[in-house]
């Protein structure tokens, strides 16, 4: 049988009591974004009830709220969207793919799939057109918010120190774009992505 919740919990816990939490190579990857190399792992906290996720059940839905929001949706066709962050980014390319129907992964009909996978594809592709970007980051965490919301990021092309698993971390740290630069290349990605996989571009906010 699959371990439980709580067989995994207690397994862990033993572990770290006689052993301590794993040792890892972060800071001796050159992508770390950090000087400082020595820190300390959290204690394991017990389990505890599963903590409800903003915009549950499409109430107070930032997502779907927002979805004629043009300074948010700077892309849409009939079942997608792409948006903008609510907040500062620095990279070059930071954006959201979601469904226009407030859902989760294990939510999506056939026709919601097959589409967001021919969209993770055609964004790429006019990215790295109209950007100076060598490809997208793909991630989902969903932990937050309830509605799907694929992340999309991209470093710049040359930039090294920002591949992998830390691009995320590293667009926190870094200064950010101006609003208005940013809001001007997710717009001609959108413009490029309505030639290659249809849709439609929002009308810019008056």
Known sequence: MPESAAQWHARVTSVLASDGPREVPWTSWPTWPFLESEFTARPLEPLGDEQPRRGAGGVECEQCDRSDDPSYIFWRDELMMLGAPFEPTSLPFVAFLMPRRHCDLSDLTPDESARLGQLLVAVERAACEVL?????????????????????????????????????????????????????????????????????VPDPPE
């Open 132 to 200: 100076d970007i060598p490809r997208v980051q793909v991630f989902r965490f969903g932990d937050g918010a309830e509605h799907l919301h694929w992340w999309l990021q991209a470093r710049p092309t040359g930039a090294n120190q920002l591949r992998g698993t830390f691009l995320s971390l590293w667009d926190d740290v870094l200064p950010a774009r101006e609003a208005g630069a940013r809001l001007a290349d997710l717009s001609a990605v959108a413009a490029r992505l309505v030639e290659l996989a249809g849709g439609s």
